[in-house]
Nanobody, 127 residues
Framework: QVQLVESGGGLVQAGGSLRLSCAAS????????MGWFRQAPGKEREFVAV????????DYADSVKGRFTISRDNAKNTVYLQMNSLKPEDTAVYYC????????????????????WGKGTLVTVSS
């Protein structure tokens, strides 16, 4: 099993940037497909981005394409989410998540989520 701890959230003005990190411990990090999800107040959780075990494949929600970048460093057991050109509608609790072995497209994770979750980090974008 894997344990996930997010960091890097905070308050930022619209148009600004933040980088979220997720540190993993437990089973071999490179065994996991990693993802980011978010939940805004009063809304359901939604898929944001996913990255394959090697980092060679990624997929994004349409709402963040061109603005957010997911990456991973398997030597550091860490996955990142670089968020640029932030908008007030990006305000949410951001969750790191993981699934073993098989990489699927973002539409799959939008529907089924992932098995392992962190506790989340709050991102607030002011207008």
């Amino acid at each position: 099993q894997v344990q996930l701890v997010e960091s890097g959230g905070g308050l930022v003005q619209a148009g600004g940037s933040l980088r979220l990190s997720c540190a993993a411990s437990g089973r071999t990090f490179s065994s996991y497909v990693m993802g980011w999800f978010r939940q805004a107040p009063g809304k359901e959780r939604e898929f944001v981005a996913v990255i394959s075990r090697s980092g060679g494949s990624t997929d994004y929600a349409d709402s963040v394409k061109g603005r957010f970048t997911i990456s991973r460093d398997n030597a550091k057991n860490t996955v990142y989410l670089q968020m640029n050109s932030l908008k007030p509608e990006d305000t949410a609790v951001y969750y790191c998540a993981a699934d073993l072995w098989t990489y699927y497209s973002g539409s799959y994770y939008s529907r089924y989520g992932m098995h392992y979750w962190g506790k989340g980090t709050l991102v607030t974008v002011s207008s």
